[in-house]
């Protein structure tokens, strides 16, 4: 289902940054690079759960 295990790995550290990011302009800043960096990712994987998974 996950097509670049690599990129889903980085956005989890990412995220396991943000939640340990004590400074709101660091945090801010990780968020904001990790919406630029990871939307594709996110948008393929719900076009693949819509097509692959879910039935109408």
């Known amino acids: 289902?996950?097509?670049d295990e690599e990129?889903?790995?980085e956005a989890m550290?990412?995220?396991n940054n943000v939640s340990h990011a004590y400074?709101?302009?660091i945090a801010v800043r990780i968020v904001s690079e990790t919406k630029a960096?990871?939307?594709d990712m996110f948008e393929v994987?719900?076009?693949k759960?819509?097509?692959d998974w879910i039935s109408e």
Do not use: Q
């Open 23 to 25: 400074n709101e302009g």
């Open 7 to 9: 990129l889903w790995v």
């Open 37 to 39: 960096k990871y939307i």
């Open 45 to 47: 994987l719900e076009k």
């Open 1 to 3: 289902m996950i097509e």
């Open 13 to 15: 550290a990412s995220r």
């Open 49 to 51: 759960i819509k097509s």
